[in-house]
């Protein structure tokens, strides 16, 4: 059934390439537990134990918000199609903003995504895996385009204002440091 594993084996980093979405988890000391799905073209696994997504602009920042408090973070795939498998990544993470050098050194590792907003970065301490035998099959049908679709009528300038509108504080009240 499930097993625990101190980095990615090829067989896992191969599961995560063909995976058309992922889920991140977040929280701070106090104040609420996030979790996001996540899609796109937006995860790349640098080594067994390393991984960067890029954080698309949405209508919240939490994650970037629990990041600046405590830099623990869990990633869940699920295999709803195929042999049934739940892997999570544990690990401590870092965000770069724009302004930062690691969102420069890294963001060349995805594609041109209008309203790119940060890049996190993830040291993986602990790989687990599980069955997934409860988990649906559901077929993907294609990805959605909405979101990059609006950034790029909307503009850079359209972006940051709804940066300053939307992502400055999280749920709790607190910064996000979006703005810097």
């Not at 698309?56 to 939490?62: D, H, P, Q, R």
């Not at 892997?87 to 724009?98: E, M, Q, T, W």
């Not at 679709?149 to 400055?168: A, F, L, M, P, S």
Request: negative net charge; hydrophobic residues 40%; glycine residues 8%.
């Amino acid at each position: 059934m499930g097993k625990q594993l101190a980095q990615l084996t090829p067989a896992l980093e191969e599961f995560i390439a063909a995976q058309k979405i992922f889920f991140v988890g977040t929280a701070m000391a106090e104040g609420r537990v996030n979790i996001s799905p996540k899609g796109m073209d937006s995860f790349r696994v640098l080594s067994p134990s390393k991984i960067i997504w890029l954080n698309l602009t949405g209508s919240g920042n939490e994650t970037a918000t629990h990041l600046l408090e405590s830099d623990r973070m869990t990633i869940m795939f699920c295999a709803f199609e195929g042999k049934p498998l739940i892997l999570r990544l544990y690990g401590h993470a870092k965000i770069f903003h724009p302004r930062d050098e690691g969102y420069g050194a890294y963001i060349g590792q995805f594609p041109e995504i209008k309203g790119s907003r940060q890049i996190i970065e993830m040291e993986v301490d602990l790989v687990q895996t599980s069955c997934g035998m409860a988990v649906p099959f559901m077929d993907f049908k294609e990805e959605r385009t909405e979101l990059e679709v609006y950034w790029q009528k909307q503009g850079d300038e359209r972006i940051h204002t709804y940066w300053e509108e939307k992502n400055t504080t999280s749920l709790d009240g607190h910064e996000t440091k979006i703005l810097g």
